[in-house]
């Protein structure tokens, strides 16, 4: 199996809900619900459409300083292909 390409991004996170503002570029539509967020830990969920379907994106993000880590679940509803990933991050 190929290796994925390394990618980098930096942002300046200025509050909580800054973090699920949509882009310029994005293709779907997003509706974030923030379920909880304590010292460092926030939990989510998201329902986004596109041309392509509906996704439910369930997520954690843990925040420590300048170490981050998460974990995302998205399942497809509807559309021409279902299935369900889970992506694993950290950076710093």
């Known amino acids: 199996m190929a290796q994925m390409p390394v990618r980098i991004e930096i942002e300046c996170i200025?509050?909580?809900?800054?973090?699920?503002?949509?882009?310029?570029?994005?293709a779907e539509e997003c509706?974030?619900?923030?379920n909880r967020v304590n010292s460092n830990k926030m939990t989510f969920e998201m329902l986004c459409t596109s041309d392509d379907g509906t996704a439910k994106r369930m997520g954690e993000m843990n925040l420590r300083g300048k170490v981050f880590?998460?974990?995302l679940v998205a399942t497809s509803i509807n559309g021409p292909v279902t299935m369900t990933m889970k992506i694993v991050s950290k950076g710093k």
């Open 31 to 34: 509706k974030t619900t923030i």
């Open 69 to 71: 880590t998460s974990s």
């Open 14 to 26: 200025a509050s909580i809900s800054s973090i699920f503002d949509a882009e310029a570029d994005d």
